[in-house]
């Protein structure tokens, strides 16, 4: 199954407001509401920020959020500050092998 | 408090094979899949597969069929990678990932620490 295709970097300054896409096809993101994003820095296993398209784990900060319109999803990281640097990928379920997969990731720089 | 513990980095000849543990504390172990995921260096996450931890059914992604097995002991909590005729591109962060309650797809809340693979003769 293909990778999710996602932005290779992003940025933005503290406190501004980005969004990383994650463009995939009817057999995954534009079919079910199983998309999820994680956030993963340098050394570090990911972290799961936004599972079922847009909802928060406890403890996951308000500041991120979800969303997803067809076959994009969207990940929403608002009032951005230093330590969101890191790598985001998306993943979700895809009738494709009956299996799921991950996006290629975005680096996110904050200026 | 829920945690994934792994085994120690490995380093391995060309051929050989590995097994890489991923001990479960803090939860019912058999209430949730196990996913495994690899991280070759540099590069993005690549989904391997996951395994049902109440049947003890495996189910591989394309890729990683043949060469990969998922196993279980439930008597000590522990899921378990291993990987036969190793070869250099092998050379990965492995991690085990906590499925969600109601399917391995509904977000991995829980991930191990990683286990570093590394194939070089």
């Known amino acids: 199954q293909s990778a999710l295709t996602q932005p290779a970097s992003v940025s933005g300054s503290p406190g501004q407001s980005l969004t990383i896409s994650c463009t995939g096809t009817s057999s995954d993101v534009g079919g079910y509401n199983y998309v999820s994003w994680y956030q993963q820095h340098p050394g570090k296993a990911p972290k799961l920020m936004i599972y079922d398209v847009s909802k928060r784990p406890s403890g996951v900060s308000n500041r991120f959020s979800g969303s997803k319109s067809g076959n994009t999803a969207s990940l929403t990281i608002s009032g951005l500050q230093a330590e969101d640097e890191a790598d985001y990928y998306c993943?979700?379920?895809?009738?494709?092998?009956?299996?799921?997969?991950f996006g290629t990731g975005t680096k996110v720089t904050v200026l | 408090q829920v945690q994934l513990v792994q085994s120690g980095s490995e380093l391995k000849m060309p051929g050989a094979s590995v097994k890489v543990s991923c001990k479960a504390s803090g939860y019912t172990f058999t209430n949730y899949p196990m996913n495994w995921v690899r991280q070759a260096p540099g590069q993005g996450l690549e989904w391997m597969g996951w395994i049902n931890t109440n049947t003890g059914n495996p189910t591989y992604a394309q890729g990683f069929t043949g060469r990969c097995v998922f196993s279980l002991d439930t008597s000590v909590n522990t899921a378990y990678l291993q990987i036969s005729s190793l070869k250099a591109e092998d050379t990965a962060v492995y991690y085990c990932a906590r499925g969600g309650s109601n399917g391995y797809y509904r977000g991995s809340d829980y991930w191990g620490q990683g286990t570093l693979v590394a194939v070089s003769s």
């Open positions: 993943s979700s379920y895809t009738s494709s092998s009956i299996s799921y997969v």
